[in-house]
T-cell receptor, first 111, second 115 residues
Framework: KNQVEQSPQSLIILEGKNCTLQ??????????LRWYKQDTGRGPVSLTIMTFSENTKSNGRYTATLDADTKQSSLHITASQLSDSASYICVVCRSSYKLIFGSGTRLLVRP | DAGVTQSPTHLIKTRGQQVTLRCSPK?????VSWYQQALGQGPQFIFQYYEEEERQRGNFPDRFSGHQFPNYSSELNVNALLLGDSALYLC??????????????FGAGTRLSVL
């Protein structure tokens, strides 16, 4: 069954600290893996896209990793800011229209 | 350059009613996808429209239907509303020629509450 599982479900960290979010998937076939940030009441915004051959991709303070062998990905946030408070959704793409979404990790950054 | 716009922002309906949600894609995009996002869950794919045709459909009943217009804008219609249809409905646009790494740009969504 095609599934994307994320952990933890929720996370609270202090401003300035780092954190890592996890994503495990069983989706096949695999085209690419995406991380989205979704602010409350807003639509998701793409952070990174990684194909099978890419291990790491950065976007500012966000760094995503991908291990296609173990079917795991992580999103590392460095020096967190209050504006990082949001849900982070891992999405595995099977084709241009078959996107399998995880349930997301809700991150709260406290001052 | 306007991004993806959806209307209305919020909507309250009662069981059995019908609803129409609207989406204007990002300028230059020709493909529109619709998703349903229940509270605390990830989006679930409803269907995708390209060239005014439904190209693919997720696991949703026929009560969910759509349309794409020549200007690429799209509508999502839901008939015979159920309480379980309460959710955030997201529209995403993309460019069909973008390939497999094509990024979908999401609108802010329409929050539908069915009472």
């Amino acid at each position: 069954k095609n599934q994307v599982e994320q952990s933890p479900q929720s996370l609270i960290i202090l401003e300035g600290k780092n954190c890592t979010l996890q994503c495990n998937y069983t989706v096949s076939p695999f085209s690419n893996l995406r991380w989205y940030k979704q602010d409350t009441g807003r639509g998701p915004v793409s952070l990174t896209i990684m194909t099978f051959s890419e291990n790491t991709k950065s976007n500012g303070r966000y760094t995503a990793t991908l291990d296609a062998d173990t079917k795991q990905s992580s999103l590392h946030i460095t020096a967190s800011q209050l504006s990082d408070s949001a849900s982070y959704i891992c999405v595995v793409c099977r084709s241009s229209y078959k996107l399998i979404f995880g349930s997301g990790t809700r991150l709260l950054v406290r001052p | 350059d306007a991004g993806v716009t959806q209307s209305p922002t919020h909507l309250i309906k009662t069981r059995g009613q019908q609803v129409t949600l609207r989406c204007s894609p990002k300028s230059g995009h020709d493909t529109v996808s619709w998703y349903q996002q229940a509270l605390g869950q990830g989006p679930q794919f409803i269907f995708q429209y390209y060239e005014e045709e439904e190209r693919q459909r997720g696991n949703f009943p026929d009560r969910f239907s759509g349309h794409q217009f020549p200007n690429y804008s799209s509508e999502l219609n839901v008939n015979a509303l159920l309480l379980g249809d309460s959710a955030l409905y997201l529209c995403a646009s993309s460019l069909s020629a973008g390939g497999l790494q094509n990024i979908q740009y999401f609108g802010a969504g329409t929050r539908l509450s069915v009472l």
